[in-house]
T-cell receptor, first 117, second 113 residues
């Protein structure tokens, strides 16, 4: 089945550091990738949608200058949390889907636990 | 506002027993409804996808039902196993060319021996 790999799975860093998270589709071409944030006991909240080769579309309230998204190839998207602060600590999950039927499931990565000290 | 409500919020059952999780949604337009299983600290894994014309879909011991008229869905788990302990998330897609999904908060299921 379709596999999405997310790296790293866990990050602890100091306030002010920038952190890059990678999301790769291992066995299919992901024309669209999504980045979510999930707080404890909450549902996944969509942060942004990225299509290969174009700028990401951010959800209302998500700062595009703080959460930089790059989707340069059909198998890789990156999320960079710039100048991270403790309030950015969360579980970040990416998902990917291929062009075609919108009935295809989004395939999720295993998430990245980000802790900012 | 598009919403997906799940109940119960949490559930504890004995190993081997059956259980049913509920999902009500107000998403419009509606294209399809998905159930995902999310283990703690992991990403969601798709269990079933149903379009508005489908009433039921099975995946092993998981059976999902959908009533598009009442905008309700259920996920039935048969002969539960310890490995079924996870959060089960109901997700609705609006279709109409959109890939965006509306997520429920999930039901946390704990299967105990």
């Amino acid at each position: 089945g379709a596999v999405v790999s997310q790296h790293p799975s866990w990050v602890i860093c100091k306030s002010g550091t920038s952190v890059k998270i990678e999301c790769r589709s291992l066995d299919f071409q992901a024309t669209t990738m999504f980045w979510y944030r999930q707080f404890p006991k909450q549902s996944l909240m969509l942060m942004a949608t990225s299509n290969e080769g174009s700028k990401a579309t951010y959800e209302q309230g998500v700062e595009k200058d703080k959460f930089l998204i790059n989707h340069a190839s059909l198998t890789l998207s990156t999320l960079t949390v710039t100048s991270a602060h403790p309030e950015d600590s969360s579980f970040y999950i990416c998902s990917a889907t291929s062009r075609g039927s919108q009935y295809q499931p989004q395939h999720f990565g295993d998430g990245t636990r980000l802790s900012i000290l | 506002k598009n919403q997906v409500e799940q109940s119960p919020q949490s559930l504890i059952i004995l190993e081997g027993k059956n259980c049913t999780l509920q999902c009500n949604y107000t998403v419009s337009p509606f294209s399809n409804l998905r159930w995902y299983k999310q283990d703690t600290g992991r990403g969601p894994v798709s269990l079933t996808i149903m379009t508005f014309s489908e009433n039921t879909k099975s995946n092993g011991r998981y059976t999902a039902t959908l009533d598009a008229d009442t905008k309700q869905s259920s996920l039935h788990i048969t002969a539960s196993q310890l490995s079924d302990s996870a959060s089960y998330i109901c997700v609705v897609s609006p279709g109409a060319g959109s890939y965006q999904l509306t997520f429920g908060k999930g039901t946390k299921l704990s299967v105990i021996p």
